[in-house]
T-cell receptor, first 109, second 113 residues
Framework: ELKVEQNPLFLSMQEGKNYTIYCNYSTTSDRLYWYRQDPGKSLESLFVLLSNGAVKQEGRLMASLDTKARLSTLHITAAVHDLSATYFCAVDIWDKIIFGKGTRLHILP | DGGITQSPKYLFRKEGQNVTLSCEQNLNHDAMYWYRQDPGQGLRLIYYSQIVNDFQKGDIAEGYSVSREKKESFPLTVTSAQKNPTAFYLC????????????FGQGTRLTVV
């Protein structure tokens, strides 16, 4: 059974600080996605990671994928309040996409 | 504009009734998915389909049914057998061949009254 685990599940941090969200998964996959969800809204795609060693960056967010370790990270640099949201990783395997439980990020001014 | 459309946005159902949630996409994606999200929780896969006239159960298929008669459409029926149907339902479409992620509709919030 494919399992996708994120940690931490909740993160409260100060503006200007750096932090990393981790996503571990249990079965080999070369496709991993990161999404953002604001309260009451749908999911917005952030990154698509398609191969071992893939690194993508957009603004203060950077995602990476290590398929050998079955690990992806989402790094936040110099956090700002607008990044407060829930972040999900999702693994694409066997024609289905399985999500982690999400990390609720709260950035304090 | 290309996209994925869910309707209705809000839906109220009486206990014992079946309801159908609509999901349409014009992105020419082969794959479509239905997820359920409970408050403060992650997304759980209900059903998914990779081609027309074929679909597979996800992790929580009991009490739900789907059809895939057209590439563009993947409606979800919440039956009376689903004991706790109140939730936020999200439909997505994607294409492995296009190397894209799954794109999501705006969701349907179903409430049992």
């Amino acid at each position: 059974e494919l399992k996708v685990e994120q940690n931490p599940l909740f993160l409260s941090m100060q503006e200007g600080k750096n932090y990393t969200i981790y996503c571990n998964y249990s079965t080999t996959s070369d496709r991993l996605y990161w999404y953002r969800q604001d309260p009451g809204k749908s999911l917005e795609s952030l990154f698509v990671l398609l191969s071992n060693g893939a690194v993508k960056q957009e603004g203060r967010l950077m995602a990476s994928l290590d398929t050998k370790a079955r690990l992806s990270t989402l790094h936040i640099t110099a956090a700002v309040h607008d990044l407060s949201a829930t972040y999900f990783c999702a693994v694409d395997i066997w024609d289905k996409i399985i999500f982690g439980k999400g990390t609720r990020l709260h950035i304090l001014p | 504009d290309g996209g994925i459309t869910q309707s209705p946005k809000y839906l109220f159902r009486k206990e014992g009734q079946n309801v159908t949630l609509s999901c349409e996409q014009n992105l020419n994606h082969d794959a479509m998915y239905w997820y359920r999200q409970d408050p403060g929780q992650g997304l759980r896969l209900i059903y998914y389909s990779q081609i027309v006239n074929d679909f597979q159960k996800g992790d929580i298929a009991e009490g739900y049914s789907v059809s895939r008669e057209k590439k563009e459409s993947f409606p979800l029926t919440v039956t009376s057998a689903q004991k706790n149907p109140t939730a936020f339902y999200l439909c997505a479409s994607g294409s492995t061949a296009m190397n894209t992620e799954a794109f999501f509709g705006q969701g349907t919030r179903l409430t049992v009254v």
